[in-house]
Structure formats: C-alpha cells, structure tokens
C-alpha cells in the first residue's frame, strides 16, 4: 500500500516543506527498520501536483509474512488493514499469514481431531461416480483430501468441509418482507456435505423469487427473475472462498424485495481487490475445495466467476450485481427487477408467473411435481399431500389457477386440475 503525507483529513493536498525533503525521507525510512520485522524495504518518493510536494512511501507485498512491530512481539504487534480501520491480529489470522508464506492453503492441512474410519465418503464417491472418474485412496491424496504422516493418514480440513464434518458448513437464509431484515416470511438452515448445502441453498432462493413463463408455439418455459447460473455461481463463490477459520459464523442468505443477498464470512484473500476481480484475477483461498469444484466441473474457468456473474445479469435487463468487501465479510447482491408489474397485454402473451407474496412457494412446488408423474390433480389430493384442510387447499388451487399456473377442469365431484404447461 501507499502512505502520502502531504494531505489533510479533508483529503485536500496542502503539500510539505521541501527544505528538509530528504531529511525526512532517511528518517521515515529508519522508523520503519528500527520497527518492524522482518525487514521492510519501502520505495520512498515525491510526487508534485499543482506545484505541491508530496512525500510517498510505497510498500510492496512482501513474502515473510508476518510483518509486525518489535516492541509488541508477533502475538501483540501484527496488525492488519480491513476497510478503513486497523485491528490486532488474532492467532488464527497469524497463524494463516505464515501459511501464506510456505504457500500452503488452510483447508491442506490435516486435522488430527477426527479419524479418518469415522466418515462416510459416500457423497463424495457418488458425485465423482455420477460423471464417470473414480475416486481410489491415491486420488484421494493427490486430491489432498487425505494426508499421510507417519503411517497414519488423516483427513485434511476440505475433506471434512466437502462431507459438511466442520464447524461453520452451515448456510442461513431467510426471507424477508419488503426491503429490510425486521420481518421475516420463511427461515432455514441448511448442513450436511457441501454439495447438498448448495443445491438447498439455491432452491430456497428459487422458491422465493418470481418466474417468467414464456409461451413458444405450444410449450411454455418458464425462467427466473435472476438467473440460476449467476445464482449457482455466486453460491459455489461464497462455499469455496469463505474464511473456514473464523468460528462461529456462517454464510448468510436474505431474500428482500429488491436483492438477493449473499454474505460470505472473510475478505478478498491476500490483499486482493475488486479492480483485481473485475480484471479476471484468480486468487483461491481454499485451493483444495476450489480444485475439486473444477474437477467436478462446476466451476469452467479460473477467474471467470465474478465477471461471469455480471455479464449474465446484465444480459438479462438487471441492474449490474454489486460484490463489496465489507470490514471481514464479501457482500454480493443480485439485483431483483425494479417492478414486477407487467402490462396486461404483455402479461397474457408471455404468462407472467407471480403469487400473492411474490415467489412460486414449496407447496406449489409440490403440487406442480405431482401433476408432472400423474397428470391431474385433485382438492382431496392436495389436502393429503400438503396435510393442509380442505379450506387452505381450496385457496392454494384458486390462487394457482389464477396465477396461471393451473387450469380447472370438470365441475363439483368431478372437479381436477392441470398444469398450465400441459395443455
């Protein structure tokens, strides 16, 4: 980074004296020694703007990390930069700086808390099954999910947050009314192995945003408000970039109004930022969890993701996603269309799908699959499948006829109910 002296509080350049440039240059640069280990080498200059002098001490990235103050010691004098603030390391922030510089990722690392004979790898075997590559015990280790020291092998941390086996797998979301948290219209919290905890999370989201039905000829399509690609990709971004040591959060999901909002606990990884993002920069911090999501072929190229994001939304008429790095969280935000009300004639020609809350719910869902096996369905039947009464089931296939998700057909006894798509 760059200190500049030369500029108030007000961020207006008032320039330094230039009688003394160079003193003050040798001494800054002997603070810094005298101060700090290891040693930091920065690149001191003047800059002049508008006939102002500016002093400018650059700092590169340096390899030794951690970087701290002597006096305090590594435990009480390493410090890092999040936002606009400066905070105390912790020992676990320490403790991945000096990862950093023997260039290893904290989810290779074995843990030596769990046995290895008590996890069932079945989720992992079925996925890499399902596409036809098999999964032996050496894969395994040059997978480094598996580690072996001393004739012993131990699970590494991204084998045990692939099966969901780590503190911190869980994903909250929630939905709310209008555009802030003060009331909420449906909750859940989704663990278990990671491939699970993403499908739920993108059928919770699916639930509770609108649908677009387009009718072709004599089929009709239905697509979603936000894309399911740039939803699916800020999900696996927020799963395999997360800060797996910071205990006791979670990533967090919130359905308004106007976003889709997605927070993911830990900033950009080594001092990476959103200019760098946008430029197709690749920085992984879980380097295991990202490379089995490419093995896997969920993620297609290094550093496409976030840009892949924006152009996807964009192309679809939405605002362009905002990806921020908030104090230590990434707070990405899918942008909802900005009114959902549609022009009765363009409603009827492209069938606008909508509910009374806005979403298609789980009980749609439901009732929908139900006629997707067998054809038709009826009141009774609906009480039986949703155990709701006959009252709540009468109004949920009123309310579906109307928002031409279902036709009626017959009358009193005989009374059934067909998917709009169907005929």
């Excluded at 004296?17 to 603070?31: M, T, V």
């Excluded at 403790?95 to 510089?101: D, Y």
């Excluded at 109307?402 to 009193?412: Q, T, V």
């Amino acid at each position: 980074g760059k200190l500049i002296i030369g500029v108030n509080d007000a961020k207006v350049i008032v320039g330094i004296d230039d009688e003394n440039i160079y003193a003050l240059q040798d001494k800054i640069a002997s603070i810094i020694f005298d101060n700090c280990t290891p040693n930091i080498l920065p690149e001191i200059y003047t800059l002049n703007i508008d006939g102002k002098l500016l002093l400018v001490i650059e700092v590169f990235r340096g390899n030794l990390m951690p970087y701290y103050l002597k006096s305090e010691g590594k435990n009480s004098g390493t410090y890092l930069r999040i936002g606009a603030t400066n905070r105390k390391a912790d020992f676990e922030h320490i403790v991945e700086l000096e990862r950093q510089k023997r260039h290893i990722s904290y989810d290779e690392e074995p843990n030596y808390d769990v046995a290895l004979d008590t996890l069932d790898l079945s989720p992992l075997y079925l996925r890499f099954a399902t596409l036809g590559k098999t999964l032996d015990d050496e894969k395994l280790h040059n997978l480094k999910l598996l580690k072996t020291e001393h004739g012993t092998t131990y699970p590494t941390n991204s084998l045990l947050i692939l099966l969901g086996k780590f503190e911190n797998c869980t994903v909250k979301c929630a939905r709310f009314k209008g555009t802030t948290m003060e009331i909420f219209i449906d909750k859940k919290e989704y663990s278990g192995d990671i491939f699970s905890v993403l499908e739920n999370t993108q059928n919770f989201i699916l639930n509770h945003i609108n649908l677009r039905g387009e009718i072709k000829g004599l089929y009709r399509t239905d697509t979603y408000e936000i894309p399911q690609v740039a939803l699916r990709e800020a999900l696996i971004n927020a799963l395999i970039h997360r800060d797996y040591i910071n205990k006791g959060r979670d990533i967090k999901v919130g359905i308004y109004d106007d976003i889709v909002n997605i927070v993911s606990p830990g900033s950009f990884p080594n001092t990476i930022t959103s200019q760098d993002i946008a430029n197709g920069r690749s920085e992984a911090r879980n380097k295991v969890l990202a490379n089995i999501f490419k093995e896997l072929g969920l993620i297609e190229q290094w550093g496409s993701g976030i840009n892949r994001i924006k152009a996807i939304c964009i192309s679809e008429g939405l605002k362009e996603p905002k990806i921020e790095e908030k104090n230590d969280f990434v707070d990405v935000e899918l942008f909802r269309p900005q009114s959902t009300k549609m022009d009765d004639k363009v409603s009827d020609s492209i069938g606008y799908v909508s509910d009374s809350v806005g979403y298609r719910n789980e009980q749609e869902e439901k009732v929908l699959n139900f006629i997707k096996i067998n054809g038709l369905i009826t009141s009774k039947q609906v009480e039986e499948l949703l155990q709701v009464k006959e009252a709540r089931a009468r109004k949920l296939l009123k309310q579906m006829c109307e928002n031409n998700l279902l036709i009626k057909l017959g009358s009193a006894r005989s009374t059934h109910y067909k998917a709009v798509s169907d005929e």
